[in-house]
């Protein structure tokens, strides 16, 4: 049997083990981000247009297909990327370009950035282009918006910008 | 570094010892208290899932419900699930490194090490699993980074952090999925941690029973005094500022936060590949010697080595030659060449009627033979009163600072390589009016079982025994470690002087 002395030294190490792990599976607190900051997220995720244009197959071509392949015409699998620019303010916070997906670039393009900005009036600016053969962009919001302090605004796309 | 870390947790050892006795110390049982631990999270994981509801508006509100409705039963079983893992997380960090200081991670040891680096990683998803089950804004915290982190590998088509845009974005059936991964991580967890000692014969996957009883009565307390809680339920159209954290596994979360994504990935894989490359890259420590060597002539097939070898590194065959019979076999890739075989083997007794003596199985470093010869050489060099034969192992007390001229020691890799019927023989013969046993501290062998055999041997709990014609009050076993190593030197003096008063000395206990 475990002398007092014994069974306070458990005591006190059992204390010193517990009481520290206790504390530190909730504090202290992290601050993540200022209060007074807000956070806009962009999220697309958008098929561009196919690149190239269908061409008709010649007889030969055709018989050369298998039963359950034969089609009249040709048409390329490859789709646009996206050329994606984010203008805030005038300056630009965001300009890339999102390859479509799989083996052979015919998936969506998909991207998804956030930005912490300060709270308060703003002038949003997004371009798109989905169209390799189009000059310019071929999708666009313009619109000034007004952050509140800890929001978070979504910018997505669905058959055109939409902001929530 | 590796020498520092050993100095802390020798004086932990000690004041762990001190309070809670070795066979209780719970520095020896780190191992045996994270599978203890793993149990608690599982039972009380159970209770809580009965009452869980995997939605979006369930999750918070139904885990409120458990802490504060029936916080007598369900409170204090959040409280332990969250508890018994952070410290399933402490005990099996100071794991590792204990066994990095104490130099017990190459070698054969290598899988046991390497197989314990994944289950880290298991832990930490399983606990931060269960963070996010909760639904609070840590929670919302825990999702967005995670998000952040995963997305930045390459193999990511959609990005995860589109399921956390807002408050429409979210499904319930994310939080079946993350209930599914909540129970799948720790069962794949609980699967590598019985591989994890699967080469280790009789591993201590149970900690001493008081040890369990204190720490869960420690938890109760803990529970009760502060219990586990949520914080504000998450929001995703609301930006998480301020959050109370877990900093014992939410800690890389401030990494991905602060350096990025990649940055962390390249830290946490990084580190973790160096910590498994580990028992591989040169150090300054000794060579191993050779392994166990079977001698078919002397070995009988008792299979005593095989019930003695740590490490499974014995089995046993058909005999050579001998029809009928046994014989012992060594796998090279296990052995450890600790010689606790040479120790348990029938033959390895001087009092043999042989030319020379031989034994069934020794580690060729150390043969039994040399040390009847070194015994007996360093006995009879000895010229004072009160001879003391002191076997001490190499990683325990530093037995060569009791050298003097009334006191012979002999180091060797584990001291269960001494066959207890030297003990016999060095008394009987009058080589020594006694003989200490020392080593590594109790219940913290170097080689895992070395003087819990020892102790059993001459309690006569094991074969072979100490017979029992053999005075004990000329034995002392001392496991004192090599921190213990200026008390041994005492204890010795202390020893000589009983021997010389020739009073009735009590007998030795040898646990």
Redesign the interface.
């Known amino acids: 049997m475990p002398g007092v002395a014994q069974i306070f030294g458990q005591i006190v190490l059992y204390a010193l083990f517990f009481v520290p792990l206790a504390y530190i599976t909730h504090s202290p607190t992290h601050q993540y981000l200022p209060d007074d900051m807000a956070v806009l997220k962009i999220a697309i995720r958008h098929a561009g247009k196919i690149i190239g244009e269908c061409t008709p197959l010649t007889g030969a071509e055709y018989d050369k297909l298998a039963a359950n392949m034969k089609r009249p015409e040709l048409c390329p699998r490859e789709r646009s990327p996206l050329k994606l620019t984010l203008l805030l303010d005038g300056e630009a916070l965001y300009r890339d370009t999102i390859p479509a997906s799989g083996l052979h670039r015919d998936g969506v393009s998909s991207m998804y950035q956030r930005f912490v900005l300060p709270a308060g009036p703003h002038h949003l600016q997004l371009f798109m282009n989905d169209d390799a053969s189009a000059e310019g962009n071929t999708w666009e919001l313009d619109q000034n918006i007004e952050l509140l302090p800890t929001q978070v605004m979504v910018a997505q796309f669905r058959e055109g910008f939409v902001l929530q | 570094m590796k020498t520092l870390l050993k100095k802390g947790f020798n004086q932990l050892d000690n ?2 010892s ?4 070795p066979q209780w110390n719970p520095m020896y049982q780190l191992g045996a208290l994270s599978f203890f631990y793993f149990w608690v999270v599982a039972a009380t994981g159970v209770y809580l899932f009965i009452f869980f509801e995997t939605s979006i508006s369930g999750a918070h509100t139904s885990l409120e419900q458990i802490t504060h409705g029936q916080w007598y039963i369900g409170g204090v079983m959040r409280s332990f699930h ?2 018994a893992s ?2 399933m997380g ?1 005990c099996m960090t100071l794991h590792m490194l204990r066994e990095f200081a104490l130099d017990r991670y190459s070698g054969v040891r290598w899988f046991s090490w390497v197989s314990g680096i994944p289950l880290l990683w298991l832990l930490f998803a399983s606990a931060i699993g269960g963070y996010w089950l909760v639904w609070d804004i840590q929670a919302q ?1 825990i999702a ?1 980074l995670t998000a ?1 982190w995963f ?1 930045w590998l390459p193999i990511m ?3 995860m ?2 399921n956390f ?2 408050e ?2 979210l499904s319930d059936r994310f939080f079946s999925l993350l209930v599914f991964l909540h129970i799948g991580i720790p069962l794949t967890l609980l699967l590598g941690m019985f591989i994890h000692i699967k080469r280790i014969t009789g591993a201590r996957n149970n900690p001493a029973r008081g040890l369990a009883a ?2 869960l ?3 109760l ?2 529970s009760l ?2 219990p ?2 949520s914080q504000a339920p998450a929001n ?13 596994f939410l800690n890389p979360y ?1 990494l991905i ?1 602060s350096w990025g994504p990649g940055q962390t990935w390249a830290l946490l894989v990084g580190l973790s590949t160096a910590l498994t490359l580990l028992p591989w890259l040169p150090s300054r420590r000794e060579k191993p010697t050779p392994v166990a060597v079977v001698d078919p002539d002397n070995c009988n097939g008792c299979g005593w080595c095989l019930a003695d070898c740590p490490y499974d590194a014995v089995t046993m065959k058909e005999h050579d030659y001998k029809k009928g019979h046994q014989q012992s076999v060594v796998n090279p890739d296990l052995c450890i060449s600790c010689g606790i075989c040479a120790g348990a083997c029938p033959s390895s007794s001087p009092f043999r009627h042989v030319d020379e003596l031989t034994t069934g199985i020794s580690i060729p470093g150390f043969h039994i033979k040399d040390l009847l010869t070194l015994t007996e050489k360093k006995l009879h060099a000895l010229k004072g009163s009160n001879r003391i034969m002191v076997y001490g192992c190499d990683h325990g007390s530093v037995v060569d600072k009791l050298t003097s001229d009334s006191v012979a020691t002999i180091s060797m890799p584990c001291t269960a390589l001494v066959p207890p019927a030297f003990i016999d023989y060095v008394l009987r013969k009058e080589l020594a009016e006694g003989v200490m046993i020392s080593g590594c501290c109790e219940g913290d062998c170097y080689y895992r079982l070395g003087n819990t055999w020892m102790d059993q041997r001459f309690s006569n709990e094991r074969m072979p025994p100490l017979r029992t014609r053999v005075p004990r009050e000329k034995i002392r076993v001392r496991w004192l470690g090599e921190q213990g190593t200026g008390q041994l030197v005492r204890e010795v003096a202390e020893f000589q002087t009983e021997l010389a008063a020739g009073a009735p000395l009590p007998i030795e206990e040898v646990s």
């Open positions: 004041l762990f001190l309070a809670f006795t969250r508890y952070a410290a402490i915290y967005q952040q997305d088509v959609d990005p952090a589109g845009l807002n429409s974005a204190g720490t009565g420690a938890m307390v803990v005094w502060q586990a809680l995703l159209d609301v930006a998480v500022t301020e959050v109370g954290l877990d900093w014992i401030t936060d």
